[in-house]
């Protein structure tokens, strides 16, 4: 994969042309041709935006890659203005040329056009800009920042990864580590809620959280989300504490994993699942479609992205030796596979967030089965450490979402208030009682500077993830025949659409909360 900049004037000029051949009236057949080639060009610029993030996420320090991606994002923010409005004057043209469109292109993305509000408005453009501008600053702070304490600097993995340091000195460097971090990386995010406020409001929303739903495309919306919140403190959060005070996952903790082992056990375990999963496999090893290496420079991240002109995903992460290593990488197995089989790419094709999480989620907690090829003897204890992490991140996707939302609807909020509203949101969610909270930990989640009002997705796909599982138990076909149906859904499908068609029950509804606790309890009693 070799990156070069797209021709973007060629493409704004295409797409000017469409716009004369409209206005003359030039036959239907002629102007969908051209809409498609123009979606050609798109989607191969699309592609080099994924690339050339890849490869500043491969070095955050390397400053002509980071200032290549931003005036890439920069320029084709723009351009997607341009094909919203050709696509609806092509659309609209005649009814010749909207029912060619949705032979041609698909009901779904004609729909999606048709109804799409929003796009991108030329108001925001500059604003939009200086918000990416500060989320690459975030993402370079966080990979080189360094704790100078008593004439030692700690990198955040050095203090994760050092074996020798006690109890009581890990958590003094952790505190401060996040505290003097907290100080940097909050004064860019005060900037990006100022900015994002302000972009709300030319908009007409009355806060950039609900902007932010929409914008995802959502089925549900904010009110929702706090409902889904109340329920998970109340069926949840007691069974979280209760299972990581009895479960040991000492011997889990202590044990480094060798990437090369993992590797090697992959092929072996997506056969035993199915050969949905088999092919898809032998494709990322086969072409090595991931990178999991270490490196003081790259990305401390874990994502998956796609080139459509290789057809290709890739695995970005990071591999340290944990266990928590093989749960990402299953994790993000999920979503290639999703792309494997069903990229969603190009304009106006949105990805519905949460039953991508769902392809993901779901996978790590249907592999059970599989697990004595990842983690040998302590298989048990890892599944055990699983479930104590899905129900992590019920508790952490509602209260990184109760945290944003908060914020948003108080743009005012100074560092210290943040940092407040963040503790008392980890007592009542149970956290701090477990890990014990300063109020400081937040910066640490990317999402919030980089994707912000996506963290609650990690908690509405685990929902129905854990219904699969608890499906598993009974039917083991049924859950995996169910999850490639989620997985091979048709585009612009919504969540709720999906789970009904799947037998699978309302996430936002207490009962179903109520309904996983018991799952969970049974599972962790067994």
């Known amino acids: 994969m070799v990156y070069a900049r797209p021709d973007l004037e060629g493409l704004r000029t295409t797409i000017d042309n469409l716009k004369s051949d409209i206005k003359a009236g030039k036959p239907a057949a002629d102007l969908v041709n051209s809409y498609q080639a123009i979606q050609t060009q798109y989607n191969h610029a699309d592609s080099m935006l994924s690339l050339i993030y890849l490869l500043y996420a491969f070095d955050v320090t390397n400053t002509a890659n980071r200032d290549e991606y931003a005036s890439l994002q920069s320029e084709l923010s723009e351009l997607d203005s341009d094909m919203q409005n050709v696509s609806a004057n092509l ?25 799409e509000e929003q796009g991108v408005d030329e108001s925001t453009q500059e604003l939009e800009d200086q918000d990416a501008q500060l989320t690459l600053q975030y993402d370079n702070l966080c990979a080189t920042f360094m704790l100078l304490d008593n004439g030692t600097n700690w990198t955040y993995a050095d203090i994760q990864n050092d074996t020798s340091l006690s109890n009581d000195e890990y958590y003094r460097l952790y505190d401060a580590y ?6 940097k990386a909050g004064a860019i995010f005060l900037q990006q809620v100022a900015i994002r406020t302000q972009i709300a409001t030319l908009l007409h929303y009355p806060d950039y959280a609900t902007y932010c739903y929409e914008s995802f495309g959502r089925d549900y919306s904010p009110t ?14 007691p069974i979280f504490v209760d299972a990581y005070k009895e479960n040991d996952t000492s011997d889990l903790d202590a044990t480094y994993f060798e990437e090369d082992a993992f590797i090697k056990a992959l092929p072996a375990a997506a056969e035993a699942f199915s050969p949905l999963l088999k092919e898809p496999v032998a494709f990322m090893l086969n072409n090595r479609l991931y990178d999991l290496s ?40 999920g979503h290639f596979t999703n792309y494997y089989y069903n990229a969603a790419v190009g304009n106006s094709y949105g990805e519905n967030l949460d039953l991508a999480e769902v392809d993901s989620q779901a996978l790590v907690l249907l592999l059970f ?39 948003y609807e108080n743009p005012t909020m100074t560092l210290d208030e943040m940092n407040a509203l963040y503790k008392k949101l980890a007592v009542e969610y149970g956290l ?68 009904t068609h799947n037998g699978l029950g309302d996430v936002f509804s207490d009962d179903t909360i109520a309904r996983i606790a018991d799952i969970l309890n049974a599972y962790l009693e067994e």
Request: charged share 20%.
């Open 91 to 115: 659309i609209q043209s005649s009814d010749e040329a909207e029912a060619l469109a949705k032979q041609t292109l698909g009901e779904g993305y004609v729909n999606a056009i048709m109804n």
């Open 369 to 407: 089965d599989e697990y004595e090829n990842f983690y040998g003897k302590l298989a048990d204890e890892a599944r055990s450490a699983m479930l104590t992490d899905a129900m992590f991140s019920l508790l952490s996707g509602c209260m990184e979402d109760e945290f944003q939302q908060d914020v």
């Open 294 to 333: 270490d490196s003081a420079v790259k990305m401390d991240s874990g994502f998956t992205t796609y080139m459509s002109d290789d057809q290709a995903p890739f695995i970005f992460s990071v591999w340290t030796g944990s266990a928590d290593d093989i749960a990402t990488i299953l994790h993000e197995l």
């Open 178 to 183: 996040n505290l003097a971090l907290n100080q």
């Open 224 to 237: 929702d989300a706090r409902a889904l919140h109340a329920a998970v403190k109340k069926y949840i959060a």
């Open 432 to 499: 701090d009682e477990v890990y014990g909270y300063r109020g400081t930990e937040w910066v640490l989640i990317s999402h919030t500077f980089q994707m912000p009002m996506y963290y609650i997705s990690y908690a509405v796909s685990m929902v129905p993830a854990l219904e699969l599982l608890e499906l598993s138990h009974r039917d083991a076909q049924a859950a995996k025949n169910a999850y490639f149906e989620i997985l091979m859904r048709k585009q612009y499908t919504s969540l709720g659409e999906e789970l």
